[in-house]
């Protein structure tokens, strides 16, 4: 079967865009293909900086020839009736259609429609100039004398050429003929743009790969990836280093390049004074280079780096990793200027009294400092939240709170919850900001601050993410829960909630964290105090603590179900003013081990009958009575159904008083064998309208005593 080769060379394509619009174009050519009748066997894409590529095989040479039968109106039908099944089926007159003859519905016209199957070279030649015009690039751009006229192509970069070749392997593959905006398809691409920038000819994808190597491109990004990191790794080794990988920096750099060469470059000791992770942003962010450690080091980086250039030069890349040196010993000079002046008093030092004073900060040193400008600038939070003075107040106040909660020293907290924001204000987090907090820490042990508030600095931000750490030391989890719940309230309070997919201020993330900390450091907390009192610190914000609840409910529920627990079970045990997110999942974790026995299985499934036979009276308004009255027994398993419930109900409400939910999981389990008797030995539906109420209310107190720990009813099985 024939195979489609397609290839849109342009100018440099921005690296973070290379890998989704390679997969775009094969989505858009392959769904378009598939529409239009055809069908193939497999289909891969590849990138370059200067190139999309894209290789089909097995691709049908001819879509299928469709014979279709339309229906249409009874031969007794009105004209209009008539007109419209012709337009429909694309019929000139009624002659065209044929009379078929129902028993029961009698005679009705029916269109026979054929249509002849395509080339296709005449399909990809129709859909790929469509495909071409409606990219979806994140920005595009209009370029040459036809860029004034009204419609006129765009592209990502200037687009230089197009090659679609299809045919199968035994025969000569032809070229599928089409234009766009003067650029004709054809089978000539070029090789690297100083290497090799002469014409090939290309035949299919297997010619195209190997005469694009031997024009220096490495068309697999993938490959080129290899290439660089068993490079690099090799090089750093044979001086005597080890690598510091970054899967992010390796994506980047391989989107730079069609000819990977990996060269090293070196700057002065003397920078080796400023922190390792300024150290390695500078070069990743200026100059997309990988940076060194001493071998077997574990924090420590050397003064070499790694850069991959994309020539192979006639010196074997002295000058080119010298050049790059000169750039990077630019940018480090810069980094230890920030990093020296952050260690500084500040020039406006005699205007920060106040702020000093109304944070208890010590001027003398740095971060206080920071601190207190940052409240001095009234730097804004929100326009509706206050500035991130304001902010610091709510979060210690919040924080104090939480301290006794959390086990945490209340001074340590009060201490770090307003050092946690003052490197807003460091040059270095200025530059960088991704290094805000990890510099506060920094900042934080040069001053001689307790590690616990040192080390909140940095993690009162966490987690980040589902894959990040959750803090565990006291000081950084109070601080933590106070910054991400004044977050959440104070977004609340101003209506400014999540909708839909839209999360500008990332509130799921935040509440993830709140949930993630409590569960996993096992904390017991009521979030409802804890939301009231957050409230009040926004004057004229509502009180929305029952929204945020459920809003949490909802974030539970995602972090449960991703650990594996049963959806059921999790809304078995929830109920609208569930504020203690641990005891939720204790209780979700008693259950199901309760579910996972035979009693458990058993006792649900009469619970449950239990529960329908008395929902279903409740409907008909059928008497039951308030109380069980044990004159009115008649049968044994009634006696027995009673006495259990009574023992069952006081010690699952004296286990749950404790908090041990697996012994009150355990003291329902014994209400198995009773129910199971009730249920064959007792009809519940008495003719004695006064036996029939008694029973109804003994089913009410078996769903009563489950109902101390979960909702039965909403449990499948």
Not at 132 to 161: D, E, T, Y
Not at 373 to 394: C, I, M, P, S, Y
């Amino acid at each position: 079967m024939p195979d489609l080769l397609l290839e849109l060379r342009s100018e440099e394509i921005p690296a973070r865009m290379q890998r989704k619009a390679a997969g775009d174009l094969r989505k858009m050519l392959t769904d378009g293909l598939v529409e239009a009748g055809l069908t193939y066997e497999a289909a891969r894409e590849y990138w370059t900086p200067r190139r999309l590529a894209l290789d089909i095989r097995g691709l049908t040479a001819r879509s299928k020839d469709i014979r279709e039968e339309v229906k249409g109106p009874s031969t007794s039908a009105p004209e209009q009736a008539v007109q419209g099944f012709l337009r429909k089926a694309g019929l000139s007159s009624i002659a065209e259609a044929h009379v078929h003859s129902d028993p029961k519905k009698g005679d009705f016209y029916v269109a026979h429609i054929a249509k002849p199957g395509r080339a296709a070279e005449e399909i990809i030649a129709e859909l790929v100039p469509g495909i071409i015009r409606n990219f979806p690039w994140p920005k595009s751009m209009r370029w040459g004398p036809a860029s004034a006229k009204p419609g006129s192509l765009r592209w990502v970069r200037p687009l230089q050429s197009i090659v679609c070749t299809f045919g199968p392997e035994t025969e000569e593959p032809v070229v599928v003929d089409f234009e766009i905006d003067g650029i004709r398809s054809g089978n000539v691409t070029y090789g690297h743009r100083f290497h090799a920038p002469g014409p090939i000819t290309v035949r299919r994808f297997d010619d195209y790969v190997a005469k694009l190597e031997t024009a220096k491109v490495v068309l697999d990004a993938d490959r080129r990836k290899e290439i660089i990191l068993a490079d690099a790794r090799n090089i750093a080794f044979a001086n005597g280093l080890d690598l510091v990988e970054d899967e992010g920096l390796l994506e980047e750099v391989s989107g730079l390049v069609e000819w990977p060469v990996v060269l090293m470059g070196e700057f002065e000791q003397d920078f080796l004074a400023i922190p390792g992770e300024v150290i390695r942003l500078t070069i990743r962010a200026n100059q997309k280079c990988f940076v060194t450690r001493p071998q077997g080091a574990a924090d420590d980086l050397s003064n070499r780096f790694i850069l991959v250039a994309n020539i192979e030069a006639k010196d074997g890349g002295k000058e080119i990793a010298y050049g790059n040196g000169k750039v990077v010993r630019a940018r480090l000079s810069d980094a230890l200027y920030f990093w020296k002046t952050d260690q500084g008093d500040l020039p406006d030092l005699d205007q920060l009294g106040e702020s000093a004073a109304k944070f208890d900060l010590d001027l003398k040193k740095p971060l206080d400092q920071r601190m207190a400008r940052l409240d001095h600038l009234n730097v804004t939070f929100h326009a509706k939240l206050g500035t991130q003075g304001q902010r610091v107040e709510r979060i210690k106040r919040l924080a104090v709170e939480l301290a006794p909660i959390v086990g945490a020293d209340v001074a340590l907290v009060a201490r770090a919850a307003v050092l946690a924001k003052a490197d807003l204000q460091t040059e270095v987090v200025g530059e960088f900001p991704e290094l805000q907090g990890a510099m506060g820490r920094k900042y934080a042990l040069l001053q001689g601050e307790h590690p616990s508030v040192a080390a909140a600095a940095e993690e009162h931000y966490k987690p980040q993410g589902p894959s990040d750490r959750v803090p565990t030391d006291p000081v950084s989890v109070a601080v933590a829960l106070a910054d991400k719940l004044d977050t959440l309230t104070g977004f609340w309070a101003i209506d400014e909630k999540p909708t839909g997919s839209k999360d500008p201020f990332a509130l799921r993330r935040a509440a993830l964290g709140v949930v993630r900390i409590l569960i996993e450091n096992r904390i017991r907390l009521a979030l409802a105090s804890v939301f009231a009192k957050a409230f009040a610190n926004f004057k004229g914000g509502a009180d929305q603590s029952s929204d945020l609840l459920a809003f949490f409910h909802d974030r539970l529920k995602v972090y449960l179900r991703d650990q594996g627990a049963r959806h059921d079970l999790i809304d078995a045990v929830i109920t609208p003013a569930s504020d203690d997110l641990l005891q939720i999942v204790r209780r979700v974790e008693a259950l199901g081990s309760l579910l996972d026995t035979d009693e458990g299985k058993n006792l649900l499934a009469g619970t449950k009958r239990a529960a329908n036979i008395l929902a279903a009276e409740e409907k008909k308004k059928t008497l039951v009575a308030e109380t069980v009255e044990p004159a009115l027994f008649r049968e044994e398993a009634e006696k027995k159904l009673f006495a259990a419930v009574n023992q069952a109900e006081k010690e699952a409400g004296q286990a749950i008083q404790n908090e041990d939910f697996s012994a009150a999981m355990l003291a329902l389990s014994v209400l198995r064998e009773p129910v199971d008797s009730f249920f064959e030995g007792v009809l519940v539906n008495d003719e004695d309208q006064a036996v029939r109420a008694n029973r109804l209310a003994l089913l009410a107190r078996i769903r009563a005593a489950t109902d101390q720990v979960a909702d039965f009813s909403k449990i499948v099985g």
